[in-house]
């Protein structure tokens, strides 16, 4: 019978550890911040179809970075938590602090069971009906989560990108403003400032009744960003958002 | 079931791949359903019933309108029950027949789009849509069988088709297109005869409201079961219109303003608008 080697639990838990954060370091990046009509989520992602930032419930929406598997299978599991809690309740008994609480777990209890941990960062964001009811959620790999105030910044560069953010960003910040200083943070990540085809933009938009989650098209968008609209974009290799691109 | 039977991580049927149906994924949580009581049938009477719903097309989509009332035999139930909702953006679902068991079953069939939706980040089709009310509605069978039963009627702007289409179904979940008006619930025979005297292919949206309010009139003329516009209540029927914006609830007051002008002229015609005979002939 052989003996096996014998090996700490700190060493495994950093190794994990390590391992998860430089698959988060390898992908782009995501911005999600407040602004004075609700929140803003922008990140890069060249696809149309793959989303980083999504609806989950009437004002809650999820963004995330990494791998695209592993948090597209959170997001569908917050979408059947969520919808399973307003229909066996009411619609205003959906939180975003239950679904943060029980992505928290699932995470927590992945990372230490697995031997595979997930390489995500997710936010869960809900508008509340005034700016000091708005909720941020930043949840990593680990299942650690953090209650954000005004912007979160997650993916490979977040330090870079959260150093422009916590420079330029104020209370009361309209959509306008906000979104050039998002796009401003994450070109000061990646060298070059993203342009709209190159961006998914949604927002919670806190005015509507009901669901709150919209998306901005590339024509807004551009409109918003005050650049010409690049058209679509020219085939090539397909991008995915998943880490590594 | 209690609704979160687990504690800690999300049990292995949220994280499963594939599957994006929310009816679905309450039946694997839950388990096979347990076989419905058996209901005597004196008791039948004692269980809210829904009545009388319209709905057909017009030149700009589809238009679906209900009575307000339920009963329980000879007993009005109650006088303001609403009986058409808007189960997405694009579509509405009507419900006759046992009151508690349909307006859950909307419930589900609401949270089965929107649940679609975002899931896969596009709206079913109109067809898809027609296709899950049946699936749903036959979940209903047992029920149905003792007596219970529910019969909807759906419609939608078809944006892929660019018009108004609407579907009405069986208790067995039968679904059947409908070409242009149906109706369904205890007044339908009535609504219909009346429906086809006074449709007209593409009408505009004004007289389609005005022939809504005219045909739930005669339906509540003749069946005891369905309401009439109550004017001292004020309690008007419900009217959806969809088109290619979406699904609009008209406003009780505009309702009213129709209610009024059909009302004001049933004092002088109380059997409502005559239609024209073959030969050009005096009424």
């Given amino acids: 019978m052989t003996v096996p080697f014998y090996v700490s639990p700190e060493q495994i838990i950093k190794d994990k550890a390590d391992y998860a954060r430089k698959g988060i370091a390898r992908g782009r990046s995501v911005v999600v911040l407040q602004f004075d009509g609700g929140i803003l989520f922008v990140a890069e992602n060249p696809s149309r179809a793959l989303h980083k930032v999504s609806e989950i419930y009437d004002r809650i929406a999820f963004a995330a970075v990494g791998k695209y598997n592993e948090f597209e299978n959170l997001r569908v599991a917050g979408v059947r938590l969520a919808d399973l809690r307003g229909y066996s309740y009411d619609r205003r008994d959906v939180t975003g602090r239950s679904l943060a609480n029980a992505y928290a777990q699932t995470l927590g209890a992945i990372f230490t069971e697995t031997a595979k941990p997930y390489e995500v960062e997710i936010v869960v964001a809900e508008v509340g009906s005034t700016v000091d009811d708005d909720q941020l959620y930043r949840l990593t790999f680990d299942g650690s989560v953090a209650d954000e105030r005004g912007f979160v910044a997650m993916g490979g560069q977040a330090d870079d990108i959260a150093a422009v953010l916590a420079d330029g960003w104020r209370p009361g910040l309209g959509l306008e403003d906000g979104l050039v200083l998002a796009v401003r943070a994450l070109g000061a990540g990646s060298g070059t400032a993203p342009s709209a085809g190159q961006l998914e933009v949604a927002v919670l938009d806190r005015s509507r009744p009901r669901r709150t989650f919209r998306r901005i098209g590339s024509d807004r968008l551009a409109e918003l960003l005050g650049q010409p609209d690049p058209g679509p974009e020219p085939p090539g290799v397909p991008e995915s958002p998943d880490s590594g691109a | ?283």
């Fill in chain 2, 1 to 283: 079931m209690s609704p979160e039977p687990w504690h800690g991580r999300l049990p292995s049927a949220f994280m499963a791949p594939g599957g994006s149906s929310f009816a679905d994924f309450l039946a694997l949580l839950e388990g096979p359903r347990p076989a419905s009581p058996h209901m005597p049938a004196e008791a039948l009477s004692d269980v809210p019933h829904a009545t009388t719903i319209v709905a057909f097309t017009f030149a700009g989509g589809m238009v679906m309108a209900g009575d307000r009332r339920a009963t329980m035999g000879n007993i009005i139930a109650q006088r303001d029950i609403e009986k058409v909702f808007p189960a997405d953006e694009h579509s509405v679902v009507g419900i006759a027949g046992a009151a508690g068991i349909a307006v859950e079953l909307v419930r589900l069939f609401q949270v089965e789009l929107e649940h679609y939706e975002k899931i896969e980040g596009v709206p079913l089709s109109l067809d898809g849509k027609a296709n899950r009310l049946a699936a749903l509605l036959r979940g209903n069978l047992g029920f149905a069988m003792q007596g219970l039963a529910v019969v909807p009627v759906f419609g939608g702007y078809d944006l892929a088709e660019g018009k108004g289409r609407l579907f009405s179904y069986d208790v067995t979940g039968g679904r059947y297109e409908e070409r242009e008006h149906h109706a369904v619930g205890s007044g339908s025979m009535f609504a219909r005869g009346s429906l086809k005297k006074l449709y007209r292919a593409g009408m505009n949206e004004a007289d389609a409201l005005s022939t809504a309010i005219e045909v739930l009139y005669d339906a509540a003329d003749d069946d005891s079961a369905t309401g009439g516009p109550d004017l001292t209540r004020r309690i008007f029927p419900v009217i959806a219109v969809v088109d290619s914006d979406g699904v609009r609830v008209i406003a009780e007051s505009a309702v009213e303003g129709v209610v009024q002008t059909v009302v004001n002229a049933r004092m002088s015609q109380p059997d409502g608008p005559v239609a024209p005979l073959p030969g050009g002939g005096a009424s």
